[in-house]
């Protein structure tokens, strides 16, 4: 018995090193593979949303049952060899949901007052494994303080007008090459880059209500975030997490 049990706690110490190192998920607003599935596919970004949040849920379920102390070895290795094939089969299918949104449009619009001029579409660049963005070129409008410029956030907004996050500052470059402080001059042409948070397999806070607001984006929006439009979205962003929140605790509580 002693000897089994050396040997589980060896084959945890193992699993422990290699999963820690793995994928995080935020809990919060669901966290099953079948609330995960109910996510809509028909949006701009596809069925990218739902299998980011699938998979992140499923590996999660398995990790949980690895370190719940009640598995014999062999369910250990068991457990191990599906987690496994889990992620294998994640990437697999985050690479090809993400290779068919390559190049697609989203619509971006400025704000009033924002002094940059931009295209009227990003195009997703979801080449690789890395992080997907929605890019765009344009150029200032007119010459202002970097202090001012680092106020525009790129901000996601969904089919109902409400922000998906409003913690966007986005990447801006000059087209030839990186941004200075001296580079917001009027008729300064740049490249804005929005990050999408779907697709990736090292995300931390793919839950499935972030990645519900996700399937729903209908454009990105180019915002001063000291403006009183820009604290309306977000107010109501963290409105809306904390209802998710107290729904999710209810669901625990059995009410």
């Known amino acids: 018995m002693k000897k089994t049990m050396k040997k589980i706690s060896a084959l945890m110490a193992v699993m422990a090193f290699a999963v820690f190192g793995l994928t995080s998920c935020g809990g919060g607003g669901g966290s099953s593979e079948a609330e995960a599935n109910d996510i809509p596919t028909d949006g701009l970004l596809g069925e990218l949303p739902m299998l980011t949040a699938k ?6 379920d398995l990790r949980e049952k690895m370190f719940s102390g009640q598995l014999t070895e062999d369910e250990l290795k068991k457990a191990r060899a599906e987690f496994d094939e889990t992620e294998k089969e ?61 106020n525009y956030y790129m901000i996601p907004i969904d089919t109902d007008g409400k922000a998906i996050d409003t913690d966007r500052g986005g990447m801006w470059y000059k087209e030839d090459g990186e941004m200075s402080l001296d580079q917001t001059k009027e008729g300064t042409k740049l490249v804005a880059k929005a990050y999408v948070s779907v697709g990736s397999t090292s995300a931390r806070s793919h839950n499935t209500s972030e990645m519900k607001r996700w399937a729903k984006i209908a454009k990105f929006c180019i915002m001063d975030c000291t403006t009183d439009a820009y604290k309306k979205l977000k107010e109501q962003l963290e409105a809306d997490k904390k209802a998710e929140e107290i729904e999710a605790a209810k669901a625990v509580a059995g009410e």
């Open 90 to 150: 994640r990437d697999a299918k985050l690479l090809l949901a993400r290779e068919a949104l390559n190049g697609k449009e989203i619509p971006v619009e400025v704000q009033e007052g924002v002094a940059v001029k931009l295209e009227p579409v990003m195009k997703i660049d979801a080449s690789g494994k890395g992080s997907i963005y929605a890019v765009v070129k344009g150029s200032f409008t007119k010459t202002i303080d970097y202090s001012q410029f680092r």
């Open 55 to 60: 998979y992140c849920n499923k590996i999660v």
